[in-house]
C-alpha cells in the first residue's frame, strides 16, 4: 500500500508515541535555566468523554493507580464548552507529574478509547512577567507545540516561535503549525 500512497501523494500522520513526554522532565531545565521557565506543579488530560462502562472502568482503574502512587484524592475533572473533558492532575515533583499523565493516557488508550484522546496540558510559568506557556502535547501525533494566550481568544504567536527554538531539539515539536490548535478553556493555573 505505501506505493499507491507515495504515487498519489498521500502521507500517513505520525503515530503517537506516549514515551515522548518523558522528553519533557529533562527539558524542563532549558526551561528554567534559558527560559526563566518553571512548572506550575499541574497538567491536564482532554479528551472527549465515551459512554458506557468500560470507559468509566478505564477511569476507576486509573484513579486505583494514582491511589497507589500515593495520591489520596480523586482527580478533579471538568468539562469545557465543547463537551471535552479535562482530568487535573498535580505533583510539585515534575518527574512525577508526568509519569501521572503517562498512566492516566495509556489507560484510556489500552482500554481501546485512543482515539478520544485529545490531548495533555502542562502549564510553564515566567519567573519574572507571571506569564503561563503551556506545552501541548497531541496525542495523535506524538508531538508537542507551545501555546500562550494573552487574554480572550489571542495567542502570541510571537512568544510560541521563541519558545518553539528554545526547545525543539529537546522534545518532539509539532512541525506543521495548522495543528497548533488554540486551547482557550484549559482549566490550568
Known amino acids: 500500500m505505501k506505493i499507491f500512497d507515495t504515487i498519489l501523494g498521500r502521507t500517513q500522520p505520525p503515530k503517537s508515541n ?5 522528553s519533557l ?12 521557565l518553571v512548572s506550575t ?9 465515551a ?3 468500560s470507559f468509566e472502568n478505564a477511569l476507576s482503574e486509573f484513579q486505583t493507580v494514582l491511589e497507589t502512587m500515593g495520591t489520596k484524592e480523586p482527580a478533579p475533572s471538568a468539562t469545557d464548552s465543547y463537551g471535552y473533558e479535562w482530568i487535573t492532575l498535580a505533583d510539585d515533583d515534575f518527574g512525577n507529574l508526568v509519569t501521572k499523565v503517562h498512566v492516566l493516557n495509556s489507560t484510556i488508550n489500552d482500554a481501546g478509547f485512543g482515539s478520544q484522546l485529545l490531548c495533555s496540558v502542562f502549564p510553564f510559568k515566567e519567573t519574572e512577567s507571571g506569564e503561563v506557556v503551556y506545552f501541548v502535547y497531541l496525542f495523535k501525533r506524538g508531538s508537542f507545540y507551545p ?3 494573552t487574554g480572550p481568544e489571542k495567542r502570541n504567536s510571537e512568544r510560541e ?9 529537546e522534545i518532539p515539536i509539532e512541525h506543521d503549525l495548522a495543528h497548533w490548535f488554540p486551547l482557550w478553556e484549559i482549566p490550568l493555573r
Open 18 to 22: 506516549l514515551d515522548n513526554l518523558f
Open 25 to 36: 522532565p529533562g527539558a524542563s531545565i532549558t526551561l528554567s535555566v534559558s527560559g526563566n
Open 41 to 49: 506543579g499541574k497538567a491536564g488530560v482532554c479528551f472527549k468523554p
Open 51 to 53: 459512554s458506557g462502562a
Open 147 to 149: 501555546f500562550v494566550p
Open 161 to 169: 516561535m521563541a519558545v518553539k527554538a528554545l526547545i525543539e531539539k
